[in-house]
Nanobody, 127 residues
Framework: QVQLVESGGGLVQAGVSLRLSCAASRRTLSNYAMGWFRQAPGKEREFVAAISWNGAVTYYADSVKGRFTISRDNAKNTMYLQMNSLKPEDTAVYYC????????????????????WGQGTQVTVSL
């Protein structure tokens, strides 16, 4: 069983940056594809970014491309989401997720493709 814990959320003004972290409980996540999703009140959970288990491949939703960067440090069993130029529409609960072992370059963009989820961290962006 993989346990994921997000941190780094908060209340910020538009235009600033935040970095989210996702720490995993297993000794290694080196063969798990991982991703970030978010859910705003009254909306479905949506894909934000994904990264292959070797870190070589990343993929972003159009709404965050150029502003957010996903990365991972397998030695630390941690994934990150650097969020720059935040906008009020980025306000949501952010969740990290991990898939079962995948090919090295696989990235997953659908909720159904992920097996393990964190509890979420709130990001609120005000004007």
């Amino acid at each position: 069983q993989v346990q994921l814990v997000e941190s780094g959320g908060g209340l910020v003004q538009a235009g600033v940056s935040l970095r989210l972290s996702c720490a995993a409980s297993r000794r290694t996540l080196s063969n798990y594809a991982m991703g970030w999703f978010r859910q705003a009140p009254g909306k479905e959970r949506e894909f934000v970014a994904a990264i292959s288990w070797n870190g070589a491949v990343t993929y972003y939703a159009d709404s965050v491309k150029g502003r957010f960067t996903i990365s991972r440090d397998n030695a630390k069993n941690t994934m990150y989401l650097q969020m720059n130029s935040l906008k009020p529409e980025d306000t949501a609960v952010y969740y990290c997720a991990a898939s079962q072992p995948q090919p090295p370059l696989a990235v997953n963009t659908k909720v159904s493709e992920y097996d393990y989820w964190g509890q979420g961290t709130q990001v609120t962006v005000s004007l």
